[in-house]
């Protein structure tokens, strides 16, 4: 028996969001606040899975970007900006510093740039730990008053998970069309063969610069929105720690799919939950957990309903029969 | 003048201690393609290894050397065989991927063990400076020096005069030929893994003594071993060594001159402004990939 794949797939986005939209109301406020964070994740993923998965970069600076948006978005609602306002400063900041990083590093690729992406992480952290006329130093900002669109105020745990949520689906439904779009078509030409790719006329450099720059930006808006949670940040939120977290989430889930950096992003805020009595020893179980999903499932989570068709077709003695994507 | 010496001299030091980490970086690269993520960790567990046998069991020197090395070597033998060997067939971007897996392990697995507490190593010659002719030295500054110098030195006999040294620089130039030939190509590989980091902990050990031992040092002087190997180029061995050198003579003069708080955000500088304009290293000439 076969049923054709998009039925299951639209079946499982339905059922997945409705399950979202109920959520908050059948658990207790302290687990909604993991789900946002998880939908933050999530934003910040999502922009990552696009540049990475792709083109086959690597990149280990997505914290740095997420701490510039979020000091930008706390700085300037400080000073008495709107929400959305300093919602979409921060992003473009953190563009911003995207452009100035990416237009040298972008020369070079994979591990060059993994470690030029990793430089800049590690430097942003020593600036925002030092500049402490700006950042407040090593202690943080405090006192960042909460979002608020016209009237209304999104000050409970709830009403910001709604936020949040509404948010990541914008983003996913962007990334979506991208990925359809001459953009994403571009990239995904210059990930099987760049040379080909330019060949026919797509400006490789231009395109992963492109894509690094939504990076960056999704990146930001994930700050600006982690800012106006707990209403208060500190260097140590945007380590290099973070970075390789955000790396492991998009892996985890998937590079070659958009939804790779959302289901990476929610079965790794989950396990972190989980393993929270586990204290130090969390990060082991993470460690393991990401050379196991390497070696056994490559392609992340987004590939394992495929593995198991494979391995079910294999149990039965069937031939395997190629797909064609 | 004097001063300028002095500071030349710690340079080195710290660049001895650097370039070590970077040889083992350049030639896990040649060898086998592999960027690894955990090499630093190989440097704190040999700092690590060493305070153990040799401050708490209170053993020689030179046998908690022997040991440090020996018991890094082993470690990386089981790492290469758990981790690393599944995946030679993988895209490369996985094998960085597990690497990173290995070093949140690794860095975790001391965390734990050794309770997030900064240890001092003694040092092997005394800090008792020693004024020659108006210039003061610290005699474990030439310690570290000599013996990182003898390392190499040793480590580049062994690449040139052993059979097993030819059989891995058969490897790294080409893996296929090197098969025909008899050379078991995933023996070498283990080999390289466990030569690298052996490597790597004996700069731990040589480090020890500049700086506290803690369980985190191994992701800053990995990347700084990194940058060493990406700036002279990566996968030259004699590239290595110049960058090791070449930063930590920069960091000196830096932190002594200009800025000793934004030192570091110097030096990732530097990393990017090679990276932009000789991606391939100073050493290496780049060459345009083959269609």
């Not at chain 1, 998009?250 to 790794?268: E, H």
């Amino acid at each position: 028996m076969m049923i054709p794949r998009f039925q299951w797939k639209s079946l499982a986005v339905l059922v997945f969001c409705l399950i979202l939209a109920l959520l908050p109301w059948t658990i207790n406020p302290f687990r909604v606040r993991v789900f946002i964070l998880g939908g933050i994740y999530a934003i910040a993923t999502t922009g990552l899975t696009l540049f990475m998965g792709f083109t086959g970069q690597i990149s280990i600076g997505q914290a740095a970007f997420f701490g510039i948006g979020a000091y930008t978005s706390a700085i300037l609602s400080k000073v008495g900006f709107p929400f959305v306002f300093s919602f979409f400063a921060s992003g473009l900041v953190a563009a911003a510093c995207g452009l100035i990083i990416g237009f040298p590093c972008l020369r070079a690729r994979t591990f060059y740039l993994a470690m030029a992406t990793l430089a800049f992480g590690l430097s942003m952290t020593i600036i925002f730990k030092n500049w402490t006329s700006l950042t407040g130093g090593v202690s943080g900002t405090g006192g960042i008053p909460a979002a608020g669109i016209g009237p209304f105020l999104f000050d409970g745990f709830i009403s910001y998970y709604y936020l949040v949520w509404i948010i990541a689906a914008i983003v996913l439904f962007f990334a979506y069309r991208l990925t359809r779009s001459y953009l994403g078509m571009g990239l995904r030409a210059i990930g099987e063969n760049e040379v080909a790719a330019e060949s026919l006329g797509v400006k490789s450099y231009l395109f992963r610069l492109i894509s690094f720059l939504i990076c960056s930006f999704l990146g930001g808006i994930a700050g600006s929105l982690y800012a106006h949670l707990d209403r208060v940040i500190a260097p140590e939120n945007f380590t290099s720690e973070e970075s390789i977290i955000f790396l492991s989430m998009a892996v985890i889930g998937g590079l070659k799919s958009i939804y790779g950096g959302l289901i990476g992003a929610i079965v790794f805020t989950l396990i972190g939950e989980q393993l929270r009595s586990l204290d130090r020893a969390q990060v082991i179980v993470v460690g393991g957990l990401l050379v196991f999903l390497v070696i056994f499932l490559p392609r992340g989570l987004v590939s394992f309903p495929e593995k198991m068709e494979k391995l079910v077709s294999k149990l039965r003695g069937e031939t395997s029969v190629q797909k064609i994507p | 003048m004097e001063t300028v010496i002095q500071q030349i001299i710690f340079g080195l030091t710290v660049g001895a201690t650097y370039a070590l980490v970077a040889l083992g970086f350049s030639m896990q690269f040649r060898a086998m393609n592999l960027l690894n993520f955990a090499h630093g960790e190989s440097f704190m567990m040999g700092a690590f290894i060493g305070l153990f046998s040799h401050v708490f069991l209170k053993l020689p020197l030179l046998l908690s050397w022997g040991i440090t090395m020996a018991a890094c070597g082993l470690i990386g033998i089981i790492i290469e065989r758990i981790a690393i060997r599944p995946l030679y067939k993988a895209p490369p971007l996985n094998l960085f991927i597990c690497s990173i897996g290995i070093a949140m392990i690794l860095r975790q697995i001391s965390n734990i063990l050794t309770g997030a507490v900064s240890y001092k190593f003694p040092a092997t010659l005394g800090e008792a400076p020693v004024h020659l002719g108006g210039i003061t030295i610290v005699p474990e500054q030439l310690w570290v020096i000599g013996m990182a110098l003898l390392l190499m030195f040793a480590f580049e006999q062994f690449l040139k005069k052993t059979r097993t040294g030819k059989a891995m620089r058969a490897v790294a130039q080409d893996p296929y030929t090197a098969s025909l030939m008899g050379i078991s190509v995933l023996r070498m590989k283990s080999i390289v893994y466990a030569v690298s980091t052996m490597l790597g902990g004996a700069a731990g050990i040589l480090y020890a003594p500049l700086a506290y031992v803690t369980f985190d040092m191994g992701l800053w002087n990995g990347i700084k071993g990194f940058i060493c190997a990406i700036v002279g180029g990566i996968g030259s061995i004699p590239g290595a060594i110049l960058g090791g050198f070449l930063l930590g003579l920069i960091e000196q003069f830096n932190s002594s001159y200009i800025t000793s708080l934004y030192k570091d955000v110097i030096s990732f500088f530097i990393l990017i402004i090679v990276i932009a304009v000789r991606p391939k290293g100073l050493l290496i000439r780049s060459k345009r990939e083959k269609v």
